[in-house]
Nanobody
């Protein structure tokens, strides 16, 4: 009913940049919060950044000042601009969306398939 498609991961050298995208499609009445999480090998999944439908944002401390989350409410698409990447940013990045599918107002959480980001020289 709802699909999330992520794109933009890859291999980049330290100090480089990448931009992740997450497009939501299907039965969507309203997208509430969108966010990005990441999971490195042997570690728990952690929040990277989050943005509300009003544009309020919050970031994990390790990425503050380097990453920027944004969204296009017309396209139901979220973005994560990652600058000054470090080897410790290496992880699988997952898109997260909380949305309403219809006039019942019930909220649902969806996750993207994950995209690998590798920062290495």
């Amino acid at each position: 009913q709802v699909q999330l498609v992520e794109s933009g991961g890859g291999l980049v050298q330290p100090g480089g940049s990448l931009r992740l995208s997450c497009a939501a499609s299907g039965r969507i009445f309203r997208v509430n919060a969108m966010g990005w999480y990441r999971q490195a090998p042997g570690k728990q999944r952690e929040l990277v950044a989050r943005i509300t439908n009003g544009g309020a944002t919050n970031y994990a401390d390790p990425v503050k000042g380097r990453f920027t989350i944004s969204r296009d409410n017309v396209k139901n698409t979220g973005y994560l601009q990652m600058n000054s990447l470090k080897p410790e940013d290496t992880a699988v990045y997952y898109c997260y969306v909380n949305l309403v599918r219809d006039l019942t107002g019930s909220e649902y959480d969806y996750w993207g398939q994950g995209t690998q980001v590798t920062v290495s020289s």
